[in-house]
DNA sequence: GAAAATAAGGAATAGGTTTTCCTTCGCAGA
DNA sequence: TCTGCGAAGGAAAACCTATTCCTTATTTTC
């Protein structure tokens, strides 16, 4: 039916097809001006008729602005940047803002490249994600546009961040085991390295601290892998054969917990109850029983980091430092109280 | 140091501080037209100096080009669609082209507005991603750019597809458990509904009988879910206690059926083998023992994709109908010969 | 030494839209 | 009849770059 026109049509043909001249075309499709109703009614049909688009280059270059923003990650947009991406997409869309996307595959090369491609875009603004909320470089200072991390963290203080509240994360898992009558409590986690882990072991054993108890022996810092989950369980197991309940530091690390839970005679959540980060859906569900888990919330960050980037496009002065969004708790199966 | 003008530096103050005119800037920027090689350093050196970069707007008023293209998914940037992506990418920005990015959620009329959006912003092309390879309504007949579908296909025969070799694909499972001696074969898999299931069964089966054998019972069809693996495990077992072994339609299947395996007695991989389907590397990884599996190449499916995509937007005549790109076996324990 | 060719670079146009400023017309008031 | 005003819409500038066409000065050729 609507045989398209490969031809693009300008709003001069417009103009012509409304006979009116091109300026008042673009009043009346506009709402600007001084006009008779009945032109304005003459002009939107026959934009209407054929088609017509504004060019968005041409009002860019008119208004000097491009109403896009780039995306950076390093994370190939994996499990952690894509629930950021959606919520920042949320946000911008709103705003008539469109993203361009780069994956750096965490190549600073690459990285420094495509900033380089993004401004020459003349991008308003920049986001920054990546795989772990671990502070990294700098991506460039002076920048002529204004930056928003997420996600992940810039290593000068100049920079703003936006990154869960692994601290909280830590002390939610706590103080629901206390409350589900658990004290007793080990913690299975990721290499010590990592700001993350040391947050979440810190939220965790201060949290007890506050209830009057303490952590099962030592944190228990390894991979963030199902293996060492299995691994770490062992250990636990070993110098505290009476555990109540087992705080991961991710959900793959919970997989493997549960597992040789299990396998040593353990019920879950009767014998142990555990506790997994992350709420990665595939992991969490596929683990037996299915896994209570604290949830970052990647969405709401993706969503403030975009807001603030709105905001300092929109002339708001620029923020600075690291902003914590609040991880909330999913309950399942695996710390039902019997 | 370099104190960054939020000043947008023009080709005409690049001009003016090299002492020539707008035209002739611009020709020694570009290497075109007669100038002294002089004038080109002065004019090259004042750019530098300013930090010029052309506008790529005004650019592409004029060119009629936008070097962009537009990229719209239903998975929220899942699992598959991201390494198609990033294929895509890759293909795309040796071309100097960027990627805008469109979230569908799998909402019809979201699609629709992404598809107008982008079409406004004149992007040169589309391609469009799923979730699944499952046939989908077009995007839109008589679009005026070119459209390419990736790890999804279009219901309509007018549009071009490029998805994995399903069929292929489990063909080449079915040659590998049979060179390395197996003959009683079962199959756990997703929903019959879905083609990717079927034709993977197909390659199966029709790969064993060539080699004169068949598969043991018929293809269990259930979900594609780590818990289905456990109970077609189970079904198949009963069923058939010697069966050597499992084809599986997912990763996520092959672990449930791993795990079922184990805990009926069974050794992995010397009593019974397990083949997944997807490669997905924290399923496979966490898999007890590591799972062999097939990989559906999904950055060549989309360095594929993109590429005709250029090729159309050169103007080359438009692709019709589905390529399909052949799988490979990524071998682990969980088939090693004992 | 004059005509022609070449080198070097300037002026102007195009691209599509928005906005500012101007023109024209009809009509009210004096 | 003239002045003034508001309504309606046209003309042109602006945004920034690339390119085509010209102009000017220099060199070559006979």
New binding site residues.
Partial sequence: MSSEQAHVV???EVAAAAG?????A??A??G?????EE?RARVSAAAERLGFR??PL??G??Q?RTYTVGLVTGDSFGRFSIPVMLGAEDALGAGQISVFMCDTRDDPIREQHYVERLLARRVEGIIVTGRRTEPRPSIGADLPVPVVYAMTQSASDDDFSVIPDDRGGGALAARHLLATGRTRIGHVTGPERFEAARRRAEGLTDALAEAGTGLAGDPLFGEWTEEWGRQGADILLRAHPDVEAVFCGSDQIARGVSETLRERGRRIPDDVAVVGFDNWEPMVEGCRPPLTTVDMNLGEIGRIAAEHLLEAIGGAPRARGVLTVPCSLVLRESTRVS
């Fill in positions: 300008t709003i001069r009116v001249s091109i300026g008042t673009s009043k499709l506009n600007r001006g001084k006009l008779r032109t504004p060019n041409a009002q270059l008119l000097g």
